[in-house]
């Protein structure tokens, strides 16, 4: 999420119920006069830290949507922003963990979160692609796409297409994540010019092997009817 330009970590807590930030996030938003609904929260270890009041922030999220959001600052905790109960239940959001999405409607459009999970060993599970925003294809050219990803800046993710995008193809692609954001080539085989709609899905993303660079290290042609390129995954 970006907040006042900035680009901040915003986690999920389905066992919290009310939305609460460190007082770091103090000077991205601003106070509400209005009674706290409680006066302190119960911290790791039991320990209890004191509400301080109420502000307002408005997060930007990968797709450009401005989330308003109101959250108890807790005194004794600095960075942490968690998204409570409370931001799910007024908005009637539904949480999909198979995706890693926070999804919701609001004046009748789909709003979409994405966020991240991570399996035993620490490393980020695979999640759905979707294009961050609106794109027009020329007729048969080869043009770049972003696309949203959950990933820290830097990380190197493969991509996977899974959906039908007409004449528009995509290929499992390596890319490397800035600012949320990735970047996928498409071909447009169409002899008119193509969009792809922003949020739209178009695959799965997961962590790139560390170790390669590359994809396939190994490729042959097979001849015959319908003459196909067909290649090996990489080995370690």
């Known amino acids: 999420m970006q907040v006042a330009g900035v680009r901040r970590q915003v986690k999920l807590d389905s066992g919290a119920r009310f939305t609460v930030a460190g007082t770091d996030w103090m000077q991205y938003g601003d106070r509400v006069e209005k009674a706290a609904p409680v006066d302190y929260v119960e911290g790791i270890g039991g320990f209890l830290l004191d509400v301080a009041g109420v502000w307002r922030f408005e997060l930007q999220s990968v797709f ?4 308003s959001v109101e959250a108890c600052i807790v005194q004794g905790c600095t960075d942490e922003f968690l998204l409570g109960v409370d931001f799910m239940r007024t908005r009637g959001a539904t949480m999909d963990f198979e995706n890693s999405e926070v999804r919701y409607s609001k004046g009748g459009r789909s709003v979409v979160i994405p966020f991240r999970t991570y399996d035993g060993v620490g490393r980020g599970r695979i999640a759905v692609v979707r294009m961050a925003r609106r794109a027009h294809l020329g007729k048969c050219t080869v043009t770049p796409i972003e696309v949203a990803v959950t990933a820290k800046d830097g990380e190197r993710g493969l991509f996977i297409p899974t959906q039908h995008t007409g004449a528009v ?31 739209k899905e178009l695959g799965k993303m997961g962590a790139a092997r560390q170790r390669r660079d590359i994809i396939t290290d190994e490729w042959r042609v097979t001849s015959g009817p319908g003459e196909r390129l067909a290649g090996g995954i990489g080995r370690e």
Do not use: F, H, Y
């Not at 390596?174 to 600012?179: P, Q």
């Not at 071909?187 to 709609?197: F, H, Q, T």
């Open 64 to 67: 450009g949507e401005t989330i």
């Open 169 to 199: 193809m995509l290929a499992p692609t390596v890319t490397i994540v800035r600012n949320g954001k990735a970047l996928v080539p498409t071909i447009n085989a169409n002899g008119e010019d193509s969009r792809l709609p922003a949020k």
